[in-house]
């Protein structure tokens, strides 16, 4: 692997690691955003081992990793799909306002899940692919 990818797989169970601690003091909000970057970091490191390129954007990110995945039998169908809901939580923390925007704990709890899931499959993906 890559130092490049390396250092984006770091930065992706940084992110959830707080992701973790923010969900355990009641921030499901912030929980759901910082599960997003982990998984956004992973696909960065995933796609910077392959491509040699980074994505400058979060839909850029997001289309490459689909591009990939595509071309890649290996690769897990649902990691782009996560990708792209849990871009929604981010979206939701940033920008959305009103009382009926609410993200739940079991929201943030369950997009921890599935980005430990993305982390864990990119990975070891990338260290099969030595």
């Given at each position: 692997m890559s130092p490049e990818a390396a250092s984006y797989l770091e930065k992706a169970r940084e992110d959830l690691e707080d992701a973790t601690k923010v969900a355990a003091i009641g921030l499901p909000k912030l929980a759901a955003r910082c599960?997003?970057?982990?998984?956004?970091?992973?696909?960065e490191a995933f796609i910077v081992e392959k491509t040699g390129r980074i994505a400058k954007t979060h839909s850029g990110v997001r289309s490459e990793l689909m591009r990939l995945a595509n071309e890649m039998t290996s690769?897990?169908?649902?990691?782009?799909?996560?990708?792209?809901?849990?871009?929604?939580?981010?979206?939701m923390s940033d920008y959305a306002v009103g009382p009926g925007i609410m993200l739940t704990p079991q929201d943030a709890d369950a997009a921890i899940v599935e980005a430990r899931r993305f982390i864990d499959a990119i990975s070891g993906?990338?260290?099969?692919?030595?």
């Amino acid at each position: 692997m890559s130092p490049e990818a390396a250092s984006y797989l770091e930065k992706a169970r940084e992110d959830l690691e707080d992701a973790t601690k923010v969900a355990a003091i009641g921030l499901p909000k912030l929980a759901a955003r910082c599960a997003y970057y982990a998984a956004f970091h992973a696909a960065e490191a995933f796609i910077v081992e392959k491509t040699g390129r980074i994505a400058k954007t979060h839909s850029g990110v997001r289309s490459e990793l689909m591009r990939l995945a595509n071309e890649m039998t290996s690769v897990d169908r649902s990691l782009p799909k996560f990708l792209a809901k849990a871009y929604l939580f981010k979206e939701m923390s940033d920008y959305a306002v009103g009382p009926g925007i609410m993200l739940t704990p079991q929201d943030a709890d369950a997009a921890i899940v599935e980005a430990r899931r993305f982390i864990d499959a990119i990975s070891g993906f990338l260290s099969a692919a030595k």
